[in-house]
């Protein structure tokens, strides 16, 4: 666990907290930035995380023995905090209120969602008003929101947990794959997004045709966001197809 303490991040003993001597990041090594921004250690993987510097929304990777440059992933904002999500992957939060999962084995961007608001909005510009980390074993994302002191002075901040899921906010206009005909069964092509652009997966999609008698079979959006819905009119003639996806956000 590296944590900022005596002006360097540094290591500590996750069971005794006490400083492993030795382990400062020593910013030299890993390309030399003005200091070294929330930084993420990998030791199976043998690799170092860390943010550009302030206002760059790119996060910069590196060979934690040599300090050897690997590759840059641009992300959807400044960062603010990169948290292990599992092995090569990791959430980072970016001052924007925007969070991407990456893979920093690779170098891709596997989803983006938008982070939940504190609920006292009167501390979103104060540093440590809002703190996430990722619970691996529940699965969950856990935010430290600080909220104003109980009238008796006790504390009232807290720590909420989220299942991390994109909100579905719009739905590709369906198009046909082949040319539509009486008699023929024809797939119709939808994807469905989520409300930071992020492509929204295992989500019902079904169709309804105007104007001629049709049957509809509903499809289901794979891991893109992308689903197929098949229409099969029985007479010709002039129609439109509409696609609606009901997701669960609660």
């Known amino acids: 666990m590296y944590t900022a303490w005596t002006g360097g991040w540094i290591e500590l003993n996750p069971m005794t907290m006490v400083a492993v001597s030795g382990s400062t990041l020593d910013k030299t090594k890993y390309g030399n930035p003005a200091l070294i921004e929330t930084p993420l250690v990998d030791r199976a993987n043998n690799i170092l995380v860390r943010a550009e510097s302030s206002g760059v929304a790119r996060i910069k990777i590196y060979n934690f023995t040599t300090g050897t440059w690997i590759r840059d992933i641009e992300v959807s904002g400044p960062p603010a ?95 046909p794959l082949i040319a539509p005909r009486a008699g023929r069964t024809v797939p119709y092509l939808t994807r469905l997004f989520g409300d930071a652009g992020e492509p929204v997966a295992g989500v019902h999609v079904q169709g309804a045709i105007s104007s001629v008698n049709a049957t509809i079979a509903p499809g289901i959006t794979d891991n893109n966001g992308y689903a197929l819905v098949q229409g099969t009119a029985t007479v010709a003639g002039s129609a439109t197809l509409t696609v609606s996806a009901e997701a669960v956000t609660t």
């Not at 619970?135 to 009232?156: E, K, P, T, V, Y």
Request: with cysteine; glycine share 6%; proline share 7%.
């Open 81 to 175: 905090q990169i948290m292990p999500e599992s092995n090569k992957h990791a959430y980072v939060y970016c001052h924007n209120g925007i969070i991407n999962l990456i893979n920093y084995v690779d170098g891709r961007v596997l989803s983006a969602l938008r982070a939940p608001t504190p609920t006292n909005t009167q501390y979103l510009t104060q540093i440590g008003s809002q703190k996430f980390a990722y619970d691996r074993f529940h699965r969950r994302l856990l935010a430290f929101q600080m909220i104003a002191n109980n009238a008796d002075g006790s504390s009232a901040s807290t720590i909420k947990g989220w299942y991390p899921v994109p909100l579905p906010v719009r739905i590709m206009q369906p198009i």
